[in-house]
């Protein structure tokens, strides 16, 4: 059974930093692709940043490339996103999730940014930036 539990966040001034974790148990041994998606009221979720496990290749939606990071423990199975030049629109729910299929193409792409492969989801997360 795969669980997804997310922590950090909070609230944050604009221009600061935080990091969210997702403590991941369940997870395959084969490559597969986690990620990070954020859901604004009244739109659909949208990618943020994916990892695929095998190599290490990342993803990023233009909105958050250059200002967020997504890494991954392998000892603890932890996913991280360091989000840094927070803005006042970045303010919503961030979601873990994860592919459990070793698909390489669930973690790039409109394919990624959509959210169609993830299997598995967290509760959330909410971080709110004050400007």
């Known amino acids: 059974q795969v669980h997804l539990v997310e922590s950090g966040g909070g609230l944050v001034q604009a221009g600061g930093s935080t990091r969210l974790s997702c403590a991941a148990s369940?997870?395959?041994?084969?490559?597969?692709?986690m990620g990070w998606y954020r859901k604004f009221p009244g739109r659909p979720r949208q990618g943020v940043a994916g990892y695929y496990t095998g190599g290490g290749i990342t993803f990023y939606a233009d909105s958050v490339k250059g200002r967020f990071t997504i890494s991954r423990d392998d000892n603890n199975s932890t996913l991280y996103l360091q989000m840094d030049n927070l803005k006042p629109e970045d303010t919503t729910t961030y979601y873990c999730?994860?592919?459990?299929?070793?698909?390489?193409?669930?973690?790039?792409?409109?394919?990624?940014?959509?959210?169609?492969?993830?299997?598995?989801w967290g509760t959330g997360a909410l971080v709110t930036i004050s400007s």
């Open positions: 369940g997870l395959p041994e084969h490559n597969h692709c």
């Open positions: 999730a994860a592919d459990l299929s070793p698909r390489a193409a669930s973690c790039s792409g409109g394919y990624f940014l959509r959210g169609n492969a993830m299997n598995y």
